[in-house]
T-cell receptor, first 113, second 114 residues
Framework: KAGVTQTPRYLIKTRGQQVTLSCSPI?????VSWYQQTPGQGLQFLFE???????NKGNFPGRFSGRQFSNSRSEMNVSTLELGDSALYLC???FGTGKNEQFFGPGTRLTVL | GDSVTQMEGPVTLSEEAFLTINCTYT??????LFWYVQYPGEGLQLLLK?????DKGSNKGFEATYRKETTSFHLEKGSVQVSDSAVYFC?????????????FGQGTRLTINP
């Protein structure tokens, strides 16, 4: 069974631009969660989607948004990029929500210059 | 809100040493507990989990026991290898702002020297 895939793996943008990251969950998984990982803040929850609906949202500004498609693939968008948005963005999928085990992708490394 | 506290790193050990990485948690209800490992340049991999009090999770020689009385889930391994060098994250399924989600500790970087 293929694991969680994320594209692109690496991305370099400049301040003020916007970016879209993609995540394909494990086949059959309907929940996708996004996390931001930085050296200073560690792993922080961004949001979770289940059956195309946002179920939970972390404490991030409205510049961070996402969506989920009918095939459970998810995209995350960051608008008006800031230097502080440089991070590893991790996507995780699970069969359901709540206590279900999450499987992580390799991440997208975003660098904002 | 729910939270996880891990021992601060980095931790450096010699090969075949005994490993303990402490993890304590604060949670309402009965969370599931996890240890994830992150190797350089990769995402997180689930190492082991426990879903109720007194459960012991184990995998690849690592063990952790869900201790409700001490709210702890310490990671142990009897004899570490160089290949165990990675960052280890303790996590729980907790309630943040009324919603259930995965809550991580800050991570502990482990380096094993040959």
């Amino acid at each position: 069974k293929a694991g969680v895939t994320q594209t692109p793996r690496y991305l370099i943008k400049t301040r003020g631009q916007q970016v879209t990251l993609s995540c394909s969950p494990i086949s059959g998984h309907r929940s996708v969660s996004w996390y931001q990982q930085t050296p200073g803040q560690g792993l922080q929850f961004l949001f979770e989607y289940f059956s195309e609906t946002q179920r939970n949202k972390g404490n991030f500004p409205g510049r961070f948004s996402g969506r989920q498609f009918s095939n459970s693939r998810s995209e995350m968008n960051v608008s008006t990029l800031e230097l502080g948005d440089s991070a590893l963005y991790l996507c995780a999928s699970s069969f359901g929500t709540g206590k279900n085990e999450q499987f992580f992708g390799p991440g997208t490394r975003l660098t904002v210059l | 809100g729910d939270s996880v506290t891990q021992m601060e790193g980095p931790v450096t050990l010699s090969e075949e040493a005994f490993l303990t990485i402490n993890c304590t948690y604060t949670a309402t209800g009965y969370p599931s507990l996890f240890w994830y490992v992150q190797y350089p340049g990769e995402g997180l991999q689930l190492l082991l989990k426990a879903t109720k009090a007194d459960d012991k999770g184990s995998n690849k020689g690592f063990e952790a026991t869900y201790r409700k009385e001490t709210t702890s889930f310490h990671l142990e391994k009897g004899s570490v290898q160089v290949s165990d060098s990675a960052v280890y994250f303790c996590a729980l399924t907790g309630i943040i702002q009324g919603a259930q989600k995965l809550v991580f500790g800050q991570g502990t970087r482990l380096t094993i020297n040959p």
